[in-house]
């Protein structure tokens, strides 16, 4: 049976998350409950092996708007963000890193420019008006800056800062451009992207309050090279999956 649609989901991936997904949740709570309207949270556990899914069951006894999406085995954060925002039946779908490293309350901007007639709205570090009020390591960010240069020149021209764990959906874009997604790991931001341009689907990006938290899952080593290596490779695939008459 569908959930009832609500008016605002909220997707958070989880993998090895018991230290900081609870904070997160009671801060999530604290926001939704008062801002009035329908909502839900879903948390995709991607294959934890702390007790990420046991903490979130006993959360969820008591708050009915907290559903879990159990993966077996670790699958990819776009995996993970891929079963979220399609399970979830928001009119606006938002996920969001679950150490909250842009803090919840800064959904409003998002939305207000997808009330503007944007299908996606991203949050941004890149940006005048960004507020990074704690840097991440220099080695990464020189990472995140050069994967982003080398994207803008290949795929997504125009874009500052595409990997920011702080995207916001309609329903429609949402279905459109995770349903045929193929990036399992952490480049699928840029995928998802590419695929809504190619279906014309208006990308705003918002400037956002920014801090960086300990315990990053990318490692830039690892993670990095899959990253660059799913970039060479992104346009083909999108364009093979391009569809005539689907743009917005």
């Known amino acids: 049976m569908?959930?009832?649609?609500?008016?605002?989901s909220l997707v958070l991936p989880a993998f090895n998350e018991l230290t900081r997904l609870p904070p997160s949740l009671e801060k999530i709570r604290a926001h939704m409950d008062g801002d009035g309207r329908s909502y839900e949270v879903l948390v995709v556990d991607d294959g934890s092996q702390d007790?990420?899914?046991?903490?979130?069951?006993?959360?969820?006894?008591?708050?009915?708007?907290?559903r879990l999406i159990v993966f077996a085995h670790n699958r990819g954060k776009g995996a993970a963000v891929r079963a979220g925002m399609l399970g979830a039946s928001g009119q606006?779908?938002?996920?969001?890193?679950?150490?909250l490293s842009?803090?919840?309350?800064?959904?409003?901007?998002?939305?207000?420019?997808?009330?503007e007639g944007a299908g996606v709205a991203i949050g941004s570090r890149a940006l005048p008006g960004s507020q990074v009020e704690l840097h991440q390591p220099l080695?990464?960010?020189?990472?995140?800056?050069?994967?982003?240069?080398?994207?803008?020149?290949m795929a997504l021209p125009g874009l500052r800062d595409t990997?920011?764990?702080?995207?916001?959906?309609?329903?429609?874009?949402?279905?459109?451009?995770?349903?045929?997604?193929?990036?399992?790991?952490?480049?699928?931001?840029?995928?998802?992207?590419?695929?809504?341009?190619?279906?014309?689907?208006?990308?705003?990006e918002i400037p956002v309050v920014w801090r960086n938290a300990e315990g990053t899952r990318v490692s830039s080593v690892r993670d990095g090279g899959r990253m660059l290596a799913d970039l060479v490779r992104l346009r083909r695939l999108v364009g093979a999956d391009d569809r005539p008459g689907r743009g917005r």
Do not use: H
């Not at 569908?2 to 605002?8: L, R």
């Open 102 to 115: 842009t803090p919840i309350a800064e959904m409003g901007k998002l939305e207000r420019a997808i009330g």
């Open 51 to 66: 007790g990420t899914g046991q903490v979130v069951e006993t959360v969820r006894r008591s708050w009915p708007q907290l």
């Open 139 to 153: 080695y990464r960010e020189l990472m995140g800056k050069t994967y982003n240069q080398a994207l803008r020149r």
């Open 2 to 8: 569908a959930a009832e649609q609500v008016a605002v």
């Open 92 to 99: 606006l779908r938002l996920f969001s890193d679950a150490d």
């Open 163 to 204: 990997q920011c764990g702080f995207k916001m959906f309609t329903a429609a874009a949402a279905v459109s451009c995770f349903t045929p997604l193929r990036t399992p790991g952490f480049g699928f931001d840029a995928e998802v992207l590419l695929r809504a341009r190619r279906q014309q689907f208006l990308i705003a």
